[in-house]
T-cell receptor, first 112, second 114 residues
Framework: SQWGEENLQALSIQEGEDVTMNCSYK?????VQWYRQKSGKGPALIIL?????REKRSGRLRATLDTSSQSSSLSITGTLATDTAVYFC????????????FGSGTQLTVMP | DPKIIQKPKYLVAVTGSEKILICEQY?????MYWYRQSAKKPLEFMFS???????DNQTASSRFQPQSSKKNHLDLQITALKPDDSATYFC?????????????FGPGTRLTVL
C-alpha cells in the first residue's frame, strides 16, 4: 500500500480553531497534492507541494513536506464551518510514476 | 458553467447489465482519467488517457472499458455489472499527463448495482 494509514480519519472541531492533518507515504514522490472533497462533490486541489519545498502556503492553508520521513501535513488556521470536508493527500504511485495515489483521507467537521 | 460534465449523476442498474458513464471536459486539457470511490475507501485510479490514447490501466477487470471518441470525451463502459461495482465514478482531467499537473474532477456518477 502507498499509505501508512488505511482508514478514514475523523476530526471534529469548533469554528475558529486551527487544525493539522497528517499523512505518510511509503514510496518516493516528487509532489504531494492535497485535495478537499465536499459532500456530494468531486475532489478539488487546494495545495500542491513539491519535493524541493518544505512548506507552501495558500491563504489559511499551510502544507509541509518532509521527504526524509516521507510525510506531509496540512494545516488550516481559523477554521470555518465551510471547511467541513474530507481532505486527501495524493502522491505519485511507484517510483517515477505520474499516477496520483490517494490516501484514505480525513473527515473534518467544523462546527459553527 | 461546469467545466467537466458527467452523466448521469445517478444510475441504478441490475446485476449482469451494461452501462456507459459519460464524461466531457471543456478545459482544453490533453489528459483525462477515471477514478472510482467506494464507500469508506480512498479514490482508486482506474485509467488515464493522453491525446485520446490509453496510457495506463489499473483496472484488473476487462469489464471496464474506457472509450474516447473525441479529445475532450472519455466515457466508461461497464459490462456484466456486479453489486461490487457500486461506487461513485469520477472523471478528471489535467493539462497534460503528469503528477505535477492539477487534476480537475467532475461531480461524479453514483452507480448502484442491485
Amino acid at each position: 500500500s502507498q499509505w501508512g494509514e488505511e482508514n478514514l480519519q475523523a476530526l471534529s472541531i469548533q469554528e475558529g480553531e486551527d487544525v493539522t492533518m497528517n499523512c505518510s507515504y511509503k514510496t518516493y514522490t516528487t509532489v504531494v497534492q492535497w485535495y478537499r472533497q465536499k459532500s456530494g462533490k468531486g475532489p478539488a486541489l487546494i495545495i500542491l507541494i513539491r519535493s524541493n519545498e518544505r512548506e507552501k502556503r495558500s491563504g489559511r492553508l499551510r502544507a509541509t513536506l518532509d521527504t526524509s520521513s516521507q510525510s506531509s501535513s496540512l494545516s488550516i488556521t481559523g477554521t470555518l464551518a465551510t471547511d467541513t470536508a474530507v481532505y486527501f493527500c495524493a502522491t505519485e504511485g511507484s517510483s517515477g510514476s505520474w499516477q496520483l495515489i490517494f490516501g484514505s483521507g480525513t473527515q473534518l467537521t467544523v462546527m459553527p | 458553467d461546469p467545466k467537466i460534465i458527467q452523466k448521469p449523476k445517478y444510475l441504478v442498474a441490475v446485476t449482469g447489465s451494461e452501462k456507459i458513464l459519460i464524461c466531457e471536459q471543456y478545459l482544453g486539457h490533453n489528459a483525462m482519467y477515471w477514478y472510482r470511490q467506494s464507500a469508506k475507501k480512498p479514490l482508486e485510479f482506474m485509467f488515464s488517457y493522453s491525446y485520446q490514447k490509453l496510457m495506463d490501466n489499473q483496472t484488473a477487470s476487462s469489464r471496464f472499458q474506457p472509450q474516447s471518441s473525441k479529445k475532450n470525451h472519455l466515457d466508461l463502459q461497464i459490462t456484466a455489472l456486479k453489486p461490487d461495482d457500486s461506487a461513485t465514478y469520477f472523471c478528471a482531467s489535467s493539462q497534460d499527463r503528469g503528477s505535477s499537473y492539477e487534476q480537475y474532477f467532475g461531480p461524479g456518477t453514483r452507480l448502484t448495482v442491485l
